[in-house]
């Protein structure tokens, strides 16, 4: 099944950029589904990034329209690890971000945390002047 162990968050002035890593320890699957999902306090967690690969190969790459343009995400399927580097950071971005993982997902589910089957403990990013 695995377990995700994620690194990276912090705290950034409005511009600036971070980068978050998940390692999936333990996860054997030539396919892995693993996404970036943030929540704010009292709001539904939300789908911003996701990278599909089956067999060493991507299937699904996606990024919500919130982030598309400043946020990249990336993957080294031998670890399996993925990671998301977050560019020209807004105060809006500020919330706990959570690495997730599943090995199926689509185009029509891969934002919805019921997808999701393996979950990390979650990162803080805060955004303020």
């Known amino acids: 099944q695995g377990q995700l162990m994620e690194s990276g968050g912090g705290s950034v002035q409005p511009g600036g950029s971070l980068r978050l890593s998940c390692a999936a320890l333990?996860?054997?699957?030539?396919?892995?589904?693993m996404a970036w999902f943030r929540q704010i306090p009292g709001k539904e967690r939300e789908g911003i990034a996701v990278m599909y690969t089956v067999g060493g190969r991507t299937a699904l790459s996606k990024l919500a329209e919130s982030v598309r343009g400043r946020f990249t995400i990336s993957q080294d399927s031998a670890k399996p690890s993925v990671y998301l580097q977050m560019n020209n950071l807004r105060s809006e971005d500020t919330a706990m971000y959570y690495c997730a993982l599943n090995e199926y997902c689509g185009h029509s589910n891969w934002y919805l945390p019921r997808t999701y089957n393996t979950w990390g403990q979650g990162t803080q990013v805060t955004v303020s002047a």
């Open positions: 333990g996860y054997t699957q030539s396919r892995q589904c």
